[in-house]
């Protein structure tokens, strides 16, 4: 099984400022199509999680352009250009290359 | 708009069964591969299965903690996916999402039905 290490657990930020969320892959995601299926979902408290990023650095519909994707093979990172308050929650690394797997959550808070 | 609704959650003692149903809405269901990912209360999230759309091939796949006790299945006429879960242990108690799949992950998801497994 592919195993996805996020890190760090926890992320205190400051508002305004930029924030960044590395995932390693226990192998290689770039698929037999040429395709590297690397998803980044957020989970603010109480909701159900949403997809930010799909195929590495691809924005879902309605993402605020403040997230961005980055990374190949099998280190990947999510970065937040700005914070805002409404970032506040657990972000996950999925992926799709292998069967699907999660990685174990970063928690992005206000310091 | 999409809709995913599920249902069927609940209490269920360790051994039994309970099946889960996701109603789907706002997209064509029949075309879509179809996914059940959960969460246990303060965990990270796991996939359970998926199955896929029948234009390619209708199969489904599991993951290795609930393979040969959990069934996928769907009904395209009622635009509804389904999760039987036999043989249920306490470690499978969770919120589980319906989830479509595209560009390799899961894109739309349920608001999440709470199973609890627990004598």
């Known amino acids: 099984d592919v195993v996805m290490t996020q890190s760090p657990l926890s992320l205190p930020v400051t508002l305004g400022q930029p924030a960044s969320i590395s995932c390693r892959s226990s192998q290689s995601l770039v698929y037999s199509d040429g395709n590297t299926y690397l998803n980044w979902f957020q989970q603010r408290p109480g909701q159900s999680p949403r997809r930010l990023i799909y195929?590495?650095?691809n924005r879902d519909s309605g993402v605020p352009d403040r997230f961005s994707g980055s990374g190949s093979g099998t280190d990947f990172t999510l970065k937040i250009s700005r914070v805002e308050a409404e970032d506040v929650g657990v972000y996950y690394c999925m992926q799709g290359t292998h069967w699907l797997t999660f990685g174990g959550g970063t928690k992005v808070e206000i310091k | 708009e999409m809709q995913l609704v599920e249902s069927g959650g609940g209490l269920v003692k360790p051994g039994g069964s309970l099946r889960l149903s996701c109603a789907a809405s706002?997209?064509?269901?029949?075309?879509?591969?179809m996914s059940w990912v959960r969460q246990a209360s303060g965990k990270g999230l796991e996939w359970v299965g998926r199955?896929?759309?029948?234009?390619?091939?209708?199969?489904?796949d599991y993951a290795a903690p609930v393979k040969g006790r959990f069934t996928i299945s769907r009904d395209d006429s009622k635009n509804t996916l389904y999760l039987q879960m036999n043989s249920l242990k306490t470690e499978d108690t969770a919120v589980y999402y319906c989830v479509t799949e595209s560009n390799g992950g899961p894109d739309y998801w349920g608001q999440g039905t709470l199973v609890t497994v627990s004598s």
């Open positions: 195929k590495v650095s």
């Open positions: 706002g997209f064509t269901f029949s075309n879509a591969w």
């Open positions: 199955i896929k759309r029948k234009i390619d091939g209708g199969t489904t």
